[in-house]
């Protein structure tokens, strides 16, 4: 079937509060399916930023893993992970771990590595019983939203992530870096332009400089591709900051942002830009079966607090440098 008639033939639903919907009927072989309409899905998720694919049926690891196979051009090993999540096959991962009470706010995955995925792609085996959905949100319009001259100066400066490693908060080495050696750590650190110190206690802390606003590699349109918010202190809960500053220090923290020249970015700021996110936010509940792909730098997305059990898997693939991704000139050990 040529490719306009494949694209005719998916019946989309769009509403403006949730992302771009598409139903098919019961499938014997979703794997199948998935590649021969792979194009044509594609294409969806470019036009709309996410697409939510229900009733595939999707049912177990080696199924969403024959699927997002057939969607890609194969899975990326995650590198640089914030906290820990389980591998099931190579580039298949459970979803980040995370308490349930408590929401992760609006990002773009691994949006600090020099090479980011611009394809994400989540498959539902469980659904929750009440919350837990992945919403999204254009960054176009964030972008867009936000005051002109706080995006002017993230677009001059980008944002510096800081990050120091612990075995008790976030991902540990072996799990971000794939290796606890220190040369090997090293020599990622240097061919990624991350600035690297390794404290007197042996452990390690990274600084990276990146930008802040991108341009779609496909349209070319400007988008507010980072995770100035997530990953930084004011987001956390009031008693987890606390804890964490009382613990690590305000200059120890396991991970925090900072403006592009250094200087800190206040809480006004943090609650702003959530607040963009939330305004322009989409989301649909998680149904058992349900597929949702992502285009990475045109779309944030987030988890929703949850009850009851969940289980969602995530792959990333389509590894690409954003066009305007800044760095620091040279990463050295200090």
Known sequence: MPFSSLASALDVELRPDRPALLHVDPLDDAPSWAAEYREALRAQVTEHGALIVRGLGLRDID????????????LMTEREAFAPRQAHLPGLYASTTWPAN?????????????????????????????GGATAVADAEEVLRALPTGLTERFGREGWVLTRTYNDEIGASLVES??????????????????????????????????????????????????????????TLAPEVREYLVDVYGQDALPFNTRYGDGSPIGEDVVRLINSAYEAHTRREPWQAGDLLLVDN????????AFT??????????EPLRPADHTSTPEASER
């Open 63 to 74: 199924q969403v893993g024959a699927v997002f196979a057939r969607l890609t051009g194969g």
């Open 102 to 130: 408590q929401p992760m706010c609006m990002h773009h995955e691994l949006s600090y590595p020099l090479q980011v995925p611009g394809l994400m792609l989540f498959a539902c085996l469980t659904a929750p019983e009440q």
């Open 177 to 234: 870096f794939g290796t606890g050696d220190r040369a090997e750590i090293e020599r990622y650190c240097r061919a990624n332009a991350i600035d690297f110190t390794w404290q007197s206690d042996g452990t390690l802390r990274t600084e990276q400089r990146r930008s802040a606003v991108v341009r779609h590699p496909l349209t070319g349109r400007r988008c507010w591709f980072n995770q100035i918010a997530f990953l930084n202190e004011w």
């Open 297 to 304: 730098i045109r779309t944030a997305h987030s988890r929703e």
């Open 308 to 317: 009851g059990e969940r289980q969602v898997l995530v792959g990333m693939a």
